[in-house]
Nanobody, 115 residues
Framework: QVQLVESGGGLVQAGGSLRLSCAASGNTFSINAIGWYRQAPGKQRELVAVFAASGGTNYADSVKGRFTISRDNAKNTVYLQMNNLNAEDTAVYYC?????????WGQGTLVTVSS
């Protein structure tokens, strides 16, 4: 089994930056894809950025050029650097991992951007 624990959320002013972390533990060798989703109030959960099974990265159009996903394999940790944040980025951010036969979600971390 894989467990995911996010950290790094908080309150930030528009134009500011935050870095989220997702620490994976357990059978991390079974992870095919890993990344970040978010869910804003009253909206569906959406993909933000992910390391795809193919090895490439995918970003939502709304975050391209502002957010960067990175990873430290030695620490089994994935990061999401978020720059130039705006009010539309306010959401609960979830770390996600795909084991092929199972999807794993973290508990979520709240990011609030004040305008």
């Amino acid at each position: 089994q894989v467990q995911l624990v996010e950290s790094g959320g908080g309150l930030v002013q528009a134009g500011g930056s935050l870095r989220l972390s997702c620490a994976a533990s357990g059978n991390t060798f079974s992870i095919n894809a890993i990344g970040w989703y978010r869910q804003a109030p009253g909206k569906q959960r959406e993909l933000v950025a992910v390391f795809a099974a193919s090895g490439g990265t995918n970003y939502a159009d709304s975050v391209k050029g502002r957010f960067t996903i990175s990873r430290d394999n030695a620490k089994n940790t994935v990061y999401l650097q978020m720059n130039n944040l705006n009010a539309e980025d306010t959401a609960v951010y979830y770390c996600y991992a795909d084991q092929g036969y199972r999807e794993v979600w973290g508990q979520g971390t709240l990011v609030t951007v004040s305008s």
